[in-house]
């Protein structure tokens, strides 16, 4: 069995489709951070084990996910569409051979979905970042992407403190400073369902772009 962590703040319009698509072995964590639309119920008919996360923000969700992981291996995904998960085989895939110790999806965009799918903000803030990356760390990423793969046992002892954007930078750059293979693989990316917290608005961006800041800054000191 593989865990699938999904952090989640109201999705429950993306929710049916994300849980339907959950590959056989792997199991759904769904991480509530504070729904009021009713997603954590909308998680448990699905299958899925719902987890309350109250101190809010995406890196405390993640992390409550992680904990609640069980199995050797834990994918970590967004809730809200924007990410097939019958492509998370692509991801693990690395990790079960050996090859890496943790992988990241590259995000590729496909069909008609434009700006929807990843507006110019996000995606200069996100390319920005994957360039310091690889020119000040030395990780060959071009994308911090939300789809990852790596062993649960192994991430607990990385000692992750961030509980905000930065959960997922942070989780780079301590996993690239202990010497783990960090590589990433080609998935899929659509337009969300509904409007992102983040990517969905320049303020959102901003927010995670100062919340990454903040991480680098501690990684450098």
Same mark, same amino acid.
């Given at each position: 069995?593989?865990?699938?962590?999904?952090?989640?703040?109201?999705?429950?319009?993306?929710?049916?489709?994300?849980?339907?698509?959950?590959?056989?072995?792997?199991?759904?964590?769904?991480?509530?951070?504070?729904?009021?639309?009713?997603?954590?119920?909308?998680?448990?008919?699905?299958?899925?084990?719902?987890?309350?996360?109250?101190?809010?923000?995406? @890196?405390?969700?993640?992390?409550?996910?992680?904990?609640?992981?069980?199995?050797?291996?834990?994918?970590?995904?967004?809730?809200?569409?924007?990410?097939?998960?019958?492509?998370?085989?692509?991801?693990?895939?690395?990790?079960?051979?050996?090859?890496?110790?943790?992988?990241? @999806?590259?995000?590729?965009?496909?069909?008609? @979905?434009?700006?929807?799918?990843?507006?110019?903000?996000?995606?200069?803030?996100?390319?920005?970042?994957?360039?310091?990356?690889?020119? @000040?760390?030395?990780?060959?990423?071009?994308?911090?992407?939300?789809?990852?793969?790596?062993?649960?046992?192994?991430?607990?002892?990385?000692?992750?403190?961030?509980?905000?954007?930065?959960?997922?930078?942070?989780?780079?750059?301590?996993?690239?400073?202990?010497?783990?293979?960090?590589?990433?693989?080609?998935?899929?990316?659509?337009?969300?369902?509904?409007?992102?917290?983040?990517?969905?608005?320049?303020?959102?961006?901003?927010?995670?772009?100062?919340?990454?800041?903040?991480?680098?800054?501690?990684?450098?000191?």
């Amino acid at each position: 069995m593989i865990d699938v962590v999904l952090p989640c703040l109201n999705e429950a319009a993306a929710l049916p489709w994300v849980l339907e698509r959950i590959p056989y072995g792997y199991r759904p964590i769904v991480v509530d951070n504070g729904s009021t639309d009713g997603s954590p119920d909308i998680a448990a008919a699905y299958g899925a084990l719902v987890v309350q996360e109250p101190q809010r923000g995406f @890196g405390a969700a993640c992390h409550a996910g992680l904990l609640a992981a069980t199995a050797d291996l834990v994918c970590f995904m967004d809730a809200d569409a924007s990410l097939d998960p019958r492509q998370l085989p692509l991801v693990t895939a690395p990790v079960l051979a050996g090859e890496s110790e943790l992988v990241l @999806g590259r995000r590729r965009e496909l069909g008609d @979905g434009g700006d929807r799918a990843w507006p110019v903000h996000a995606r200069l803030g996100n390319a920005v970042l994957a360039w310091r990356l690889r020119r @000040g760390a030395g990780i060959p990423l071009h994308d911090l992407g939300p789809m990852r793969a790596c062993r649960r046992e192994a991430l607990v002892g990385l000692g992750l403190a961030d509980r905000r954007f930065g959960y997922p930078l942070e989780m780079v750059l301590r996993a690239a400073a202990v010497g783990w293979r960090v590589t990433e693989v080609e998935v899929d990316y659509l337009p969300r369902a509904g409007r992102s917290k983040v990517t969905g608005t320049v303020r959102g961006t901003l927010r995670a772009i100062s919340d990454m800041r903040s991480v680098l800054a501690e990684h450098r000191a």
